[in-house]
């Protein structure tokens, strides 16, 4: 059983700051990579940022140069470093993690139970 629960969510105002933190847990073998995906009112779920166990980083236009993510491999963490928000930010971001559970699985992508981030005046 893998667990991933998410942190940080909340009300901001356009141009301010927040961090998400996700911590995961249960039966994980191996990580291949950790990320955050957010889904707005209407709107498709889209992939905010990824992080490779490698380091290495992919950015959704929108956010590049915005967002920051970084995780700890040893904790099985991930954050995102959320600066100059804007309205079009507001959805409900989730964590992912690529990973495998156990040396016989597959790679399967595990959900947080998302966390609402909303950016209003």
């Known amino acids: 059983q893998v667990q991933l629960v998410e942190s940080g969510g909340g009300l901001v105002q356009p141009g301010g700051s927040l961090t998400l933190s996700c911590a995961a847990s249960g039966s994980i073998f191996n990580v291949n990579a950790m990320g955050w995906y957010r889904q707005a009112p209407e709107k498709q779920r889209e992939l905010v940022a990824r992080i490779t166990s490698g380091g290495s980083t992919k950015y959704a236009d929108a956010v590049k140069g915005r967002f920051t993510i970084s995780r700890d491999p040893a904790k099985n963490t991930v954050d995102l470093q959320m600066n100059s928000l804007e309205p079009e930010d507001t959805a409900v971001y989730y964590c992912?993690?690529?990973?495998?559970?156990?040396?016989?699985?597959?790679?399967?992508?595990?959900w947080g139970q998302g966390t609402q981030v909303t950016v209003s005046s």
């Open positions: 992912n993690a690529e990973m495998w559970t156990s040396y016989h699985s597959g790679m399967s992508h595990y």
